[in-house]
């Protein structure tokens, strides 16, 4: 039988309305369940809504991003407005954990105490890279 595959993630690159910061970009993949955003002024990425994509190939647009924001230097991502990941982001976040690890980065995960998932699987990516920051409010 055949698989149908998702859609291309929709790039889109934009300066920020009614905002004058000079270079300030706003990198973004947006889906139907998700978005990810890439603030590069800040070298913030927010993920927002549910990710439940199917494996690493899938998931390499994120992966990208969240490269591209540890390439710059000291990142934060904000996961507070992310429901639900599954396995294989569990996973992206783990490769993200030992890449700041390996490149001695700084890397500052935000969750929500609201959010189940976030509380139960943020704490264990300190058993990867012992200095990551971790905040869960």
Do not use: C
Not at 10 to 20: H, I, K, Q, V, Y
Not at 95 to 116: E, T
Not at 120 to 128: D, F
Request: net charge neutral; charged share 20%; no cysteine.
């Amino acid at each position: 039988s055949l698989r149908a595959w998702p859609a291309a993630p929709n790039w889109a690159a934009e300066e920020p309305s009614g905002l004058n910061e000079g270079n300030m970009a706003i990198h973004a993949i947006s889906q139907d369940s998700y978005t990810a955003t890439w603030n590069t002024q800040q070298n913030e990425v927010t993920l927002r809504g549910e990710l439940r994509l199917n494996d690493t190939t899938e998931y390499a647009p994120i992966a990208q991003l969240l490269e591209n924001g540890m390439e710059a230097g000291p990142l934060v991502v904000d996961l507070r407005g992310l429901q639900f990941l599954n396995s294989s982001g569990i996973s992206m976040l783990m490769r993200l954990a030992i890449r700041a690890r390996d490149s001695r980065g700084s890397l500052l995960l935000r969750g929500s105490k609201k959010v189940p998932w976030q509380s139960k699987s943020m704490p264990n990516l300190r058993r990867i890279f012992s200095e990551i920051r971790i905040e869960i409010e």
